[in-house]
């Protein structure tokens, strides 16, 4: 699949060369899809579902897609049809074209092995459609044998750049000089709105690391803002106005820091503005405030399945919402680290794909940090549905995991009686199970400390437990279909990092039903539903009420979270309108073997 950077090329090209001014550029669009067989016409019942990310280029007419598929009875690509349609929902409109695809297939690991179906490409569109596409009037439709589903497709424009710039990179900058002569050069694309600097780096050097260095005039050194790939395009987000300013002055460098010595190349930052930059985007800017932190501890006890290891690092996250950016610190006292890969969309009892890895090779100490764009899975990060997975060389299938659930900076200044809440089931554990799924509403009063949980249909013959971390918490009956208990301080942190369930369990002390605790403040985070619920599949039960859960009369089970039209509290992933140069969030341009 090929990551729409064409027109952003092309108009940095152009600018650099003064051959056409950026407003003469038309502006390229960008979208996401889900599908499913319930926005077929007439809907259908099939356990095919979609997902994947689109992009259409302005000057060629062409619509390129990357979709991931599941499901299907047959998942042999060779039966699969991609077509794409006129219409609104919920009509069924004339076929616009075939979209021709490659394909390739994918299992996510265990507990439950699912194979995954990769169809990508990229197709002119008829010009008589091209308005319809921009304007949200067709749909992709894709069919198997006896199935289909289909998704709208709904596109926004890209954000365009403000500023670019071309920094040669010789032996001759660095500081003092070196005697290499070996050279590089590295593009840069700023987009002011975004407060977003993409830099595409070709150099020569293998072993090596790369650095955006400031402030500092170019016969000076200075510390490192921010790690850069060593080759190709990386993501910085400036944090300040203070960065921006210095960055637009020219008080940044990029060093190419060799593993030969007196190798070192370097080139100052300087770039031209392209004639399109807002006058309130630079100068007053504000500093980005941190919204969402935690502190997590990664054991193996988290992995899918338990790894026995006395092995534990800590991770102390911070995101910036505004900057779409988040920043992390490593701390562990494992030797033969290799990789930090964050995973997702999964809860912490399931396995996902990879989202983005990170390097732990070059390692110092015990400790290791940087930060990165967050804007196509901002969604599934505040949902509490990322996961990061320590590899080391002993165990390169993962060591340690934790979960990251973030909490919200209001969230915890907020004193409002009953700020945190959860509507889930608490469901059977075993297929063949007798007992039936019992819905559970969970509170908590975080100024108090006190969780409450209601369940109107306990069973007396079973007795309950609260456990956090694989230990009990309590063990306790609902009186009246309610208990409450008042948590200490640890125990409160560990349910704000979702890391709490309640079991139920037999006198036999075999355990019957299950539910993890995902609490979200005036909303519901998207919860392990059970066949009870329509649709029966968990991520078919995202509450349609924009206030309160305890204060909805209503909820939506319309289809897949990732194609539902309802949307959270805390936004939808497919409404971010940050563009990425990285690719597909299933496929980041940072470089990842699996795991």
């Given at each position: 699949m090929r990551v729409l950077t064409f027109a952003v090329a092309l108009l940095v090209f152009c600018a650099l060369s003064g051959l056409v001014h950026p407003s003469q550029v038309p502006p390229n669009y960008h979208g996401v899809i889900g599908l499913d067989g319930k926005k077929m016409v007439p809907p259908t019942t099939t356990s095919a579902v979609g997902q994947g990310r689109l992009q259409f280029a302005t000057l060629q007419n062409e619509l390129l897609f990357d979709l991931s598929v599941t499901g299907f009875a047959s998942s042999d690509p060779e039966?699969?049809?991609?077509?794409?349609?006129?219409?609104?929902?919920?009509?069924a409109g004339a076929l616009v074209t075939a979209l021709e695809f490659e394909s390739s297939t994918t299992t996510a690991p265990a507990p439950t092995p699912t194979l995954f179906v990769q169809l990508s490409g990229a197709q002119i569109i008829p010009t008589e459609h091209i308005e319809h596409v921009l304007a949200g009037q067709t749909y992709i439709q894709i069919c198997s044998v006896n199935e289909c589903i289909r998704g709208q497709v709904v596109l926004e424009e890209d954000p365009q750049p403000t500023h670019v710039g071309k920094v040669s990179l010789s032996g001759k900058s660095v500081v003092p000089p070196t005697t290499t002569t070996e050279t590089g050069v590295a593009t840069l694309t700023y987009f002011a709105s975004e407060l977003r600097l993409v830099v595409d780096i070709q150099q020569p050097f293998k072993n090596c690391w790369v650095g955006l260095h400031g402030v500092a005039d170019p016969t000076e050194n200075a510390g490192i803002i921010s790690t850069l790939k060593p080759q190709g395009t990386t993501t910085v987000l400036f944090r300040t106005s203070s960065d921006v300013e210095s960055f637009l002055a020219g008080k940044m460098y990029i060093e190419v820091h060799s593993s030969i010595a007196s190798s070192d190349i370097r080139g100052q930052c300087m770039v031209k503005s392209l004639g399109n930059t807002d006058s309130s985007d630079s100068g007053s800017l504000e500093p980005l405030q941190e919204t969402h932190s935690a502190t997590l501890f990664m054991t193996g006890n988290q992995m899918v399945p338990p790894q026995h290891t006395s092995a534990v690092a800590t991770l102390t996250l911070s995101y910036f919402q505004a900057g779409g950016y988040l920043s992390w610190v490593l701390e562990s006292d494992v030797s033969d680290l290799t990789s930090l890969m964050l995973h997702g969309p999964a809860f912490e009892d399931a396995n996902g794909p990879v989202i983005m890895s990170f390097s732990l090779l070059q390692m110092e100490g015990n400790s290791a940090y940087g930060d990165f764009a967050v804007d196509e899975f901002s969604g599934e990060l505040l949902r509490g549905q990322v996961?990061?997975?320590?590899?080391?060389?002993?165990?390169?299938n993962g060591l340690?995991?934790?979960?990251?659930?973030?909490?919200?900076?209001?969230?915890?200044?907020?004193?409002?009686?009953?700020?945190?809440?959860?509507?889930t089931v608490l469901k059977p554990v075993d297929s063949s199970s007798n007992y039936a799924a019992q819905p559970l509403t969970v509170q908590y009063q975080s100024e108090s400390g006190i969780l409450i949980l209601t369940n109107e249909k306990a069973d007396p013959s079973l007795y309950y437990a609260l456990e956090a971390s694989k230990a009990e918490v309590s063990a306790f009956t609902f009186q009246e279909g309610t208990f409450t208990i008042r948590l200490s301080q640890v125990e409160a942190g560990q349910?704000?990092?979702?890391?709490?369930?309640?079991?139920?369990?037999?006198?036999d002390l075999s355990l019957v039903l299950s539910a993890p605790l995902h609490i979200a403040r005036g909303g519901v985070r998207p919860s392990f539903s059970s066949s009870s619920s329509s649709g029966g599949s968990w991520w078919g039960s995202s509450s349609s009420s924009s206030g309160p859960w305890w204060g909805s009369s209503s909820s939506s089970s319309s289809g897949p979270w990732w194609g539902s039209?309802?949307?959270?509290?805390?936004?939808?992933?497919w409404g971010s309108s940050g563009s990425s140069s990285g690719g597909s969030w299933w496929g980041s341009s940072s470089s990842s073997s699996g795991g």
């Open positions: 039966v699969l049809e991609v077509t794409l349609h006129m219409g609104l929902p919920p009509t996961y990061a997975v320590l590899h080391s060389q002993s165990a390169p340690l995991r934790a979960q990251l659930v973030l909490l919200d900076h209001d969230f915890l200044n907020d004193e409002s009686p009953v700020d945190f809440g959860q509507q349910l704000l990092a979702g890391m709490m369930q309640v079991h139920a369990h037999r006198s039209s309802s949307s959270s509290s805390d936004g939808s992933w």
